[in-house]
Each structure stands twice: as C-alpha cells, then as structure tokens.
C-alpha cells in the first residue's frame, strides 16, 4: 500500500508489502496481510458491507495477545488506540536508517527532512487541509493547545468573551478558561442530560459581538455525541468569533474535512487513530500569520514551523505516515489520490462501526439495570461515534473495569478528563462511567463476549 510523497498523485492501495522511495533510502511503509483469522461467523454481514475486519486484524500484533489464558478485546480505544505492524515497523526502521535532526547536508539529516515531509503531506490528505504550512506537529493535543491559547491571550482584552462547553474534554476547556487572567469572560454552553447532546440553541444565544472564541469537540470523549460543528462555525463566524475545535474523538471514525467545516483551529491525536503519541494542529494560514508563537529566536518564523517547540519527534511522524497510509488502504482503489483513498475508508469505517453500536446499545438494553449516557437511539448512530458510557448498582465504574479486566476485556472508568460533562450528569461522586470504546479491529463477536460477560455479574442484592 505504497504511495507517492508529493499529495496528489495516484494511491495505489496495493495490499502487499511495499516500500516508499525518499531520497536516496527507502522508507517501509506498508505490511503484508497475514492469514485471515478464523471466521467469527459475523462476517457475512460484515462482507455484506464492503468492510471485513478480519484481515485487518491480522496487520495489528497487539489484538493477538492472551490474557489470562482469553483472547485479549480492547474496548479502551478513546483512550488510545492500538497499532498495525507498519506503524511499529516505520518508527523502528526511521532509527536503523534515519535518525537526525533537520536541516542537515548529510543523507540520514535529508531523509529526517523526507519524513516530516511526509508526515505533513498525510496529515494534510487526512483532513483536508489547503495545503501542508497548515499543519503544526507537537507532543499531544493538550500541549498544541496550551501553546496556540498563551498566543491568543495576548491578543485579548477585557471583556472579550469565550465560549466552552460542557461536552468537552478538559484539554478544550482549561486552556481557554485561562484566558480569564487576561480579563476574558468565559460563558459555558450546557448538554441535554438526556441525551448527552449539547445544547445549540443555549449556544448561540450566548454568542455576542464580544466573542473572540468558541471551543468545541467534535465528538465526545466520554459519551460519543457528534454536535452539528458546522451550524457552531456558521454561526460563531456570524458573531465574528473564532472556532477551535477538537476532533481527537471524531477523526478515528469518520471522515475530517477542515476547508467544509471552516473551522478556524482543528486538533487531534495520532496515537487515537493507530498512530505514535503525536498531536496534531490545524490552523488557516491567516491566524498562524498573524498570531505571535512563543519559541526560541533561532527556529524559523515561517509556517508551520514558527508554532513547533524544538525538535519534533521525527521517529513517531514516520509512524504517523504509515497511520495515515494504514487508513487510506482501507478505501484505496485504482485511479484514486490518497485523499479520495482516505474519505473513502472513513466512510467505510463509520458504517461498520455503527453496526458495532446498534449491537453494543442492544447488547446494553437487554440488561435491565444498565443505564447508557448519551444517544441510545439506534435510529440516530449517525449522530455519535462509537463510544459508549455507562452504570449500573451492581459493581462500581472502577470494580467493573477490573472484573472486565480480569475476564480479558479492555476499557475505562471515570471521568476521561470530561470533568465538566461528569458533574453535569451527577456522576462526578460515584466515580463516573464506565466507557466502551470500539475502533475498525473490533468485531461483533467481542461485542457479544462483552454482554455475555456483563451478564454474568450477579444482579445488586441478589
């Protein structure tokens, strides 16, 4: 599945082991498929679709792991997810052949340029960027948006407004709620805590022209809501504000498009999409242009590189490359440029996944005394990404992660950093949620292993 670096030449999407060809080295950038796994006896309606997971599975080491003598089931994707054996290979073979600083005369400090060439260059076809100077490369989200907020602090003044929500993650609300020491005011849009939806309407009366930003997720970390970005852009823009949005949650599963979006700011994560721990910024041109980064004065003051903080992490953007190569396959056909390759496959992605959710919300409703937060409607999947939040009396968050653990499975309980989001469902007290997260690599059958499993927990009092 090897491609051309220049962005817009044709994907070939070939699945056998290939190579890339950077200066005067190769880089290793795709995998042979292994054997296909034994069939779950779900496949039929997964081939039905156009997506098997089966072979897919094969090219991630990790899921063929025992625990406890069971087939290890990883539900903890939001956290982060696993990754292919390209990744693993990309980042190994960028230190056999590769490993320098930038800017150099020499072969291995050319092919380090090569990389984070590359690396801008698919980052670029995954979200649908004008081009790669838009692109910004860090240690995670949390700290791209630490470092843009410190810039947009000097610009604000007294009585400047911000808007956060209760949906986010903390790494989207903290940062702009510092902004208060400059004099900011911070207003907060609410959820509908029935449906873990957030509440639009509330949001835009609260735009005001004092508005200087709005932060919002474009999927949440906790309970899978998809709000209607788009309609917070438009009008945020009406309001003359501008938009910061976090799509740590949302890029995994579907399809980012920045320039339909018109989104000012855009964030993500690497290692949420089977990737290194890297974050990612987007930002339009004109804001990076304009904004004052905090950096040393030797670095460059041309973009991207004015907003990256010493030296990047070249190793983990060779296996962001091959993360971003892994999706496009997925979607890869004749004739196509790697970013038709890639809306292709988060296309094809997000319809899987969403019958892994109609079969994990199902699986959840039979069990009477489970309660799910967020959308439950199966009519309405397109709305949230497949992560599911819930509680029940008979074991705690926590004591249900480790039994869970204990059977082989995989997932979370807390808060997930959506601190916010946790008060405003009275779980803040009661150790929060437990949360399933499934990815593309999971498949029905551990959905069924996971009620089977739920329901053999002795029911509270009995």
Not at 13 to 37: M, S, W
Not at 57 to 84: C, E, I, K
Not at 305 to 312: A, D, F, I
Not at 356 to 381: E, F, I, K, M, P
Request: hydrophobic share 40%; with cysteine; net charge negative.
């Amino acid at each position: 599945m090897g491609f051309a670096l220049d962005r817009g030449l044709l994907y070939s999407g070939e699945p056998q082991k290939t190579t890339r060809r950077g200066r005067d080295r190769e880089i290793f950038v795709g995998q042979e498929v292994a054997p296909p796994l034994a069939n779950s006896g779900t496949m039929s309606e997964t081939n039905e679709m156009g997506f098997d997971p089966v072979p897919l599975r094969a090219q991630f080491p990790a899921l063929s792991q025992m625990w406890g003598g069971r087939q290890a089931v990883f539900f903890d994707n939001p956290g982060g997810t696993q990754v292919p054996q390209a990744v693993i290979d990309a980042v190994a073979g960028y230190y056999q052949t590769s490993n320098a600083n930038v800017g150099g005369a020499f072969a291995t400090s050319r092919r380090t340029d090569a990389v984070v060439a590359g690396a801008r260059a698919a980052m670029t076809d995954l979200l649908g960027t004008p081009g790669p100077e838009s692109i910004v490369f860090g240690p995670s989200m949390t700290a791209l948006t630490f470092h843009l907020a410190r810039s947009l602090m000097e610009t604000v003044k007294p009585g400047d407004e911000v808007i956060v929500t209760n949906l986010d993650h903390d790494a989207n609300v903290t940062p702009w709620t510092d902004l208060e020491a400059a004099g900011a005011v911070v207003r907060v849009a609410d959820i509908r805590p029935s449906d873990g939806t957030l509440d639009l309407d509330g949001l835009e009366a609260l735009l005001c022209p004092r508005t200087r930003l709005v932060a919002v997720s474009h999927a949440s970390n906790a309970v899978g809501t998809i709000p209607d970005v788009k309609r917070v852009v438009d009008a945020a823009h009406r309001a003359g504000a501008l938009v910061f949005v976090d799509a740590v949650q949302y890029a995994p599963h579907a399809p980012v498009d920045v320039q339909a979006l018109d989104c000012d700011f855009l964030a993500c994560s690497a290692y949420k999409f089977f990737g290194p721990h890297m974050g990612v910024l987007y930002g339009k041109a004109e804001h990076l242009t304009r904004l004052t980064p905090h950096k040393v004065k030797p670095s460059k003051d041309t973009l991207p590189y004015r907003w990256e903080q010493g030296t990047l992490n070249h190793e983990g953007l060779a296996g962001v490359t091959a993360a971003v190569d892994h999706l496009a396959a997925i979607g890869a056909g004749g004739g196509v440029s790697r970013r038709q390759a890639l809306q292709s496959a988060m296309q094809t992605v997000q319809a899987y996944e969403q019958t892994l959710s109609h079969r994990l919300l199902d699986g959840l409703r039979a069990l009477d005394d489970v309660r799910v937060y967020g959308l439950t409607d199966t009519a309405r999947l397109g709305e949230r990404v497949p992560t599911v939040a819930f509680t029940w009396p008979r074991l705690s968050p926590r004591a249900t992660a480790e039994y869970l653990a204990s059977q082989g499975i995989a997932c979370w309980s807390g808060d997930y950093y959506a601190q916010r989001l946790m008060r405003r469902l009275s779980l803040d007290e009661a150790g929060g949620a437990v949360r399933v997260g499934l990815a593309h690599y999971n498949t029905a059958e551990e959905v069924d292993r996971l009620i089977g499993v739920l329901a053999d927990v002795p029911m509270a009092g009995a």
